[in-house]
């Protein structure tokens, strides 16, 4: 089978990973930019972290003959602070010229304070300003619904944004509709604890179809799992899906989402 991992935190996993991931079949990895697991106290760090994603990491994953691709942003987890937050944007759009940057991302909200929206709707028009895509990271458990209605009017209110070149990451059950019935792509995250296991996963997309979908595992540094993409598709072979079906959920349509910016390719 041949699969993409559209979300995946790659500075957090080792080179094992790579090397399983491209046995397992992935033909690309994209990695949007997220918290360290520490808060960053300038634009330097932030700077570092991103020629970390558009330099280094490509490097690493290509030993593996795996196209490695980037977003950037500043986390929503780290935007509490507007003056911060305010430097680390100035820093991107040089970077956007990058070969390997996709867009901007993952942006979005933490915990739906006033300074989390100020800055996501910095970021909305900065990718608006550069034409680029964007990727969306809703809050987790009780937050989820409220952050994605915030972020839905956040993205509405930009009329030049074109629906289909965002896509919102860790749907679940209430939200997914919300974000598909708006035009926008949905991504589910496969975590083996929170989030959406496989056969959770496999639920949704029999709920709300598989048209402007995709399945991510976002592995980072807690418990996740680089397969779990490759994983859900063995599942829905159990569950009778063609190969075809999970070629068009698992490949053709990140392919579609992703090829929107000409730089994206695969190794296939």
């Given at each position: ?10 500075v ?14 992935c ?8 918290w360290?697991g ?15 994603l558009?330099?280094y ?21 780290e935007?509490?602070d ?19 940057v996709?867009g901007?991302g ?13 800055i996501?709707?910095k ?6 300003d ?11 458990l ?8 915030l ?14 070149r ?5 749907v679940?059950?209430?939200t997914a ?6 035009g926008f ?48 598709a063995?599942?829905?072979?159990h ?9 068009r959920l ?9 090829s929107?910016?000409?730089r ?5």
């Open positions: 089978m041949r699969y993409i991992e559209p979300h995946g935190h790659m957090s996993r080792t080179t094992d990973d790579y090397q399983a991931m491209v046995t397992a079949g033909a690309a990895v994209c990695e949007p930019a997220f360290a520490f808060d960053r106290k300038n634009k330097h760090g932030f700077y570092d972290y991103f020629l970390q558009t330099e990491e490509p490097r690493r994953a290509a030993k593996y003959h795996l196209p490695h691709f980037s977003w950037l942003c500043i986390n929503p987890k935007s509490e507007p003056g911060l937050a305010d430097d680390v944007l100035s820093l991107i759009p040089d970077l956007l010229q990058k070969p390997n996709l901007i993952e942006i979005g909200l933490n915990k739906n304070s006033r300074n989390e929206l100020l996501l709707e970021h909305i028009q900065l990718a608006a550069h034409d680029q895509l964007i990727l969306v990271h809703t809050p987790h009780e937050d989820k619904l409220k952050g994605t209605k972020i839905l009017d956040a993205l509405k209110n930009h009329s030049s944004l074109q629906p289909g965002v896509i919102i990451d860790h679940e059950e209430h509709p919300l974000v598909l019935d708006s792509w949905a991504g589910i995250t496969l975590y083996p604890e929170s989030k959406a296991t496989p056969n959770r996963a496999i639920d949704m997309i029999e709920l709300y179809g598989h048209e402007r979908i995709w399945l991510n595992s976002a592995c980072d540094w807690g418990h996740s799992d680089p397969l779990a993409v490759p994983k859900t063995l599942q829905m072979r569950r009778g899906y063609s190969a075809d079906f999970i070629d698992l490949y053709r349509n990140p392919l579609g989402f992703l929107q910016n000409p994206f390719r695969t190794a296939d």
